[in-house]
């Protein structure tokens, strides 16, 4: 009876559920993207089907599947698998958590799988908590996260797990999850007959932008717009204002978004403070992640200033931190102040240019070996067959005001200038 009561309210509860938790796939038949990591003969899928789970961190973007993941693995694991959200779950919550696995553990040697969705959203002490219970085996951690887990995760705990890192779904991927939800006729939308063009399909699978959640709310709540029209088609339109204004902004992952970082990235090029600023305006105040924007100003402070300005560099790190410590909105200005530096910071892309020359070489002529007389010679071994032999120790000759006549590239790059004088 009790069986079947369960079974009762598992059905009405995913008849109720939002069509994103209603098709989650529970195997990796059914499982779209991430082939870098789940795909046929990848470390972690044969960790995932032998059913030797590791503890891991699932690092990825909102919408790229680390929940559906952890589905996937409740599904095929013999373990007992406890599903725990960081917003709701508190630490009482975890100590029955732990109490339970140890009990498990020590009466029927059975493993306990913790997967914690959200697991940046714990603070230090609640992280540490976990760490015996991992680190003895009680339990075997899954977080999932859509931070950096090198700033929100201690590291501890971090060192005790396997980061693997999801992908942004493509386009293509969002693509194929829409169809399916709108043919699925048990869990999906194929019994209600809706229509959607194939044009309509390709802009919702662009201006999801990676997000398989935001794609699949956007058509369900577009097709719940529609049946009170008492109509099966879904438009472009539809859709459009079903994506919320910040998408009709400034589309994140279209064409749009593109051009206004390529416009930033021109205007600090081309010295102009004012239009730089502007630029930047355009992303923070639509809603794009101001890490995003701040990865991109650390790479043209080297890419685009490197020597001609060495103060570049730090103050993008720095700005990249104070965005991290601080957020929207009050980063907006760190990221203004990192913005107009930059700008009106002598320029030079010598470094960029000296780097990609070395790269076509490592392409051209492979592993050179390194010169004998620079190696180091640890063992008399080494030493009896050259290794070290010939070395010139600069600080000597600099304390002779002597000149080093001494080469350090491979034979067939010497005397090879990368950097212009």
């Known amino acids: 009876m009790s069986d079947l009561f369960e079974a009762k309210s598992q059905e009405e509860r995913l008849k109720h559920a939002p069509l994103a938790d209603r098709i989650r796939p529970d195997s990796f038949q059914d499982f779209v993207g991430q082939e870098h990591i789940i795909g046929e003969g990848k470390m972690l899928r044969q960790v995932i089907e032998g059913d030797e789970v590791p503890s891991m961190i699932l690092w990825g973007p909102p919408g790229s599947g680390k929940t559906t993941l952890g589905r996937i693995i409740a599904a095929m694991t013999k373990s007992a698998f406890v599903l725990f959200h960081a917003v709701t779950s508190g630490v009482g919550e975890l100590r029955r958590v732990i109490q339970t696995a140890e009990e498990r553990q020590k009466l029927y040697g059975k493993r306990t799988i913790l997967f914690v969705d959200e697991i940046h959203r714990w603070n230090k002490a609640q992280q540490d908590a976990l760490l015996p219970y991992v680190e003895n085996g009680t339990l075997t951690l899954i977080g999932a996260t859509t931070e950096n887990p090198s700033f929100e995760v201690v590291s501890p705990l971090l060192s005790r797990c396997r980061v693997f890192t ?61 049946e009170k029209r008492k109509s099966a088609d879904i438009t472009k339109e539809a859709i459009n204002e079903a994506l919320q204004v910040t998408h009709l902004k400034y589309d994140k992952g279209g064409e749009e978004h593109y051009n206004i970082i390529s416009a930033l990235h021109k205007s600090l090029r081309g010295s102009d403070a004012d239009a730089a600023l502007y630029w930047l305006g355009r992303m923070l105040e639509a809603g794009e992640d101001p890490l995003y924007v701040a990865r991109r100003l650390v790479r043209f402070a080297s890419e685009d200033i490197g020597l001609a300005d060495p103060h570049a560099l730090p103050l993008a790190v720095a700005g990249y931190e104070a965005a991290h410590f601080i957020g929207m909105p009050e980063c907006n200005v760190v990221l203004a102040e990192v913005t107009a530096y930059l700008a009106r910071a002598r320029k030079s892309n010598a470094l960029y240019e000296a780097y990609g020359k070395v790269q076509d070489d490592i392409k051209e002529y492979g592993s050179l070996p390194v010169p004998l007389h620079i190696r180091n010679a640890p063992t008399q071994l080494m030493k009896d067959i050259g290794y070290g032999q010939g070395y010139k120790y600069n600080p000597d000759y600099v304390k002779r005001d002597e000149e080093v006549d001494q080469e350090y590239l491979p034979d067939e790059l010497k005397s090879k200038k990368y950097l212009a004088e």
Not at 167 to 178: A, G, M, V
Not at 182 to 194: E, T, Y
Not at 202 to 218: F, K, M
């Open 166 to 226: 999801l992908n942004k779904l493509s386009p293509e991927n969002i693509h194929t999850i829409i169809e399916r939800a709108l043919k699925d006729n048990s869990r999906g939308l194929g019994r209600l007959g809706v229509r959607v063009s194939a044009p309509t399909i390709d802009y919702l699978s662009r201006a999801a932008d990676g997000d398989a959640r935001v794609a699949l709310n956007a058509l369900e709540l577009s097709v719940r717009a529609a």
